[in-house]
């Protein structure tokens, strides 16, 4: 059921003060805040805590301006809004519920439902399945493994990995059964079980070799790169850059070639689950080189992607997972139709920067091979075109993407449904 309800924007609002000076303008992260709280004051129930899935600014608020604010509860549990003013649109967007509180908003599993529960509850799959899968293991497992790692050294430590990866190839027929699904369409045949081994194996291989990178042991590696000058002259431009990578082969990796770049800044963006297990994972390392990490679904987060790009730094964004309502495009992937995010584009554009595709493949042993490639780059795109060259944008990733998979495909990390045949949500178009 859609609630209206009014928002007037006082105009001694502190955040108006310098922002601008003479011609004040609401901040889009104070209009999300003030959106938060009138939806709460409406009455809807659910989270107290909320994130931001998607958010679009359309119209600035000026002090004095009257809002009126429409929102719905979905069936997953977020609340899609749109504010307008006098009948012109401001913003809109979706709000969804903080990680810990998701699964409790949403329902019951699409395991736990019944046919018609899961079609209700699960609009995409790749937008659930991957974040509310449990990661096998704990901080525990993980200290040990560490410790014997960096005790005996790299080699003993492979040696582990196989006994590790024989066991996830026997006890997670889930992931097997869609690592076998993604190898068949990368490799153009049906796939057997020393197939399934070797992506294991070097999901295993790049997960260990994380913590000698962060520990900068360069030394151990054999590390090749492709399109690497494209990366100097970005960086000796000084206006900043977004790469985005995958779940496709190690992305730390790049640490490797950024020791050659004097002055290379690299935050990654990343929702909270995942930046807490890299949080993790840099422990081992040095804290004062450990990546610096911007949690996505907060409301600052924009606000600290661009002070990184504002400074010459680059942006790094794992861009191949959908997630709640943000919107999301269509796309044909290995033969598929896929749903790929399109809110790193949308940041892009809006931020007006260029944009790299970047992987770090695992080619065996202690060799690896880094890619730089150019997606697009949105400096100078005019506000009538900025649509199109998002969507054009999106397709050269996805077209990057599956190139890198079938050229190297036992580089593939996403153990989960990522086509959305289970569900039959493939066969629904793109989100908005």
């Known amino acids: 059921m859609r609630t209206t309800t009014t928002l007037e924007i006082d105009a001694g609002h502190p955040a108006l003060a310098?922002?601008?000076?003479?011609?004040?303008?609401?901040?889009?992260?104070?209009?999300?805040?003030?959106?938060?709280?009138?939806?709460?004051?409406?009455?809807?129930?659910?989270?107290?805590?909320?994130?931001?899935?998607?958010?679009?600014?359309?119209?600035?608020?000026?002090?004095?301006?009257?809002?009126?604010?429409?929102?719905?509860?979905?069936?997953?549990?977020?609340?899609?809004?749109a504010l307008s003013s006098a009948g012109r649109a401001v913003a809109q967007g979706v709000l969804r519920p903080a990680p810990e509180e998701a699964i409790a908003a949403a329902g019951p599993a699409p395991e736990e439902a019944g046919p018609a529960d899961a079609a209700a509850t699960t609009p995409r799959t790749s937008a659930t399945h991957w974040a509310r899968a449990r990661e096998r293991?704990?901080?525990?497992?993980?200290?040990?493994?560490?410790?014997?790692?960096?005790?005996?050294?790299?080699?003993?430590?492979?040696?582990?990995?196989?006994?590790?990866?024989?066991?996830f190839l026997l006890f997670a027929p889930t992931a097997r059964r869609h690592g076998r699904d993604y190898l068949?369409?990368?490799?153009?045949?049906?796939?057997?079980?020393?197939?399934?081994?070797?992506?294991?194996?070097?999901?295993?291989?790049?997960?260990?070799?994380?913590l000698y990178l962060l520990k900068e042991r360069f030394?151990?590696?054999?590390?090749?790169?492709?399109?690497?000058?494209?990366?100097?002259?970005?960086?000796?431009?000084?206006?900043?850059?977004?790469?985005l990578g995958a779940h496709l082969g190690s992305f730390e990796v790049m640490s490797a070639v950024g020791r050659n770049q004097p002055g290379l800044r690299v935050a990654m963006a990343m929702y909270q689950d995942t930046a807490s297990r890299l949080t993790l994972l840099t422990r081992a390392g040095d804290p004062a080189r450990a990546?610096?990490?911007?949690?996505?679904?907060?409301?600052?987060?924009?606000?600290?992607?661009?002070?990184?790009?504002?400074?010459?730094?680059?942006?790094?964004?794992l861009a191949d997972r959908t997630i709640g309502e943000a919107p999301a495009q269509r796309v044909s992937f290995l033969g598929r139709p896929a749903l790929l995010?399109?809110?790193?584009?949308?940041?892009?554009?809006?931020?007006?920067?260029?944009?790299?595709?970047?992987?770090?493949?695992?080619?065996?042993?202690?060799?690896y091979h880094v890619v730089f490639r150019e997606i697009a780059d949105f400096s100078s795109v005019a506000r009538g075109e900025r649509?199109?060259?998002?969507e054009a944008a999106i397709h050269r990733y996805a077209a990057l993407l599956e190139e890198y998979c079938r050229s190297d495909p036992y580089n593939w990390f996403n153990f989960y449904d990522f086509w959305h045949e289970e569900t039959g949500a493939g066969a629904r178009g793109a989100a908005a």
């Not at 992260?29 to 994130?51: I, N």
């Not at 079980?193 to 070097?202: C, L, T, Y």
């Not at 590696?221 to 000084?238: D, Q």
């Open 291 to 317: 990546p610096e990490i911007s949690p996505l679904g907060h409301l600052g987060a924009m606000l600290r992607i661009r002070d990184c790009l504002d400074a010459g730094g680059f942006v790094g964004m």
């Open 137 to 167: 293991g704990n901080a525990v497992t993980f200290s040990i493994m560490t410790f014997l790692s960096l005790t005996l050294g790299r080699r003993v430590a492979r040696g582990l990995l196989y006994g590790i990866a024989a066991y």
């Open 387 to 390: 649509e199109a060259r998002i």
């Open 18 to 81: 310098g922002h601008f000076p003479g011609a004040p303008i609401l901040p889009g992260v104070v209009l999300l805040d003030e959106t938060v709280r009138a939806v709460e004051r409406a009455g809807a129930r659910g989270p107290t805590r909320w994130t931001v899935g998607a958010a679009k600014f359309l119209k600035p608020v000026r002090p004095g301006d009257v809002l009126t604010l429409e929102h719905e509860r979905l069936a997953n549990g977020s609340i899609r809004f």
């Open 184 to 210: 068949r369409r990368a490799l153009g045949r049906p796939p057997t079980a020393r197939d399934s081994f070797r992506q294991i194996f070097a999901f295993a291989s790049t997960i260990l070799d994380r």
């Open 219 to 243: 030394e151990l590696f054999a590390v090749t790169t492709e399109g690497e000058p494209l990366m100097r002259a970005a960086t000796a431009r000084g206006t900043g850059a977004f790469l």
């Open 341 to 367: 995010p399109s809110g790193p584009m949308r940041a892009a554009a809006a931020l007006r920067r260029p944009v790299y595709f970047m992987t770090g493949l695992y080619r065996g042993a202690n060799r």
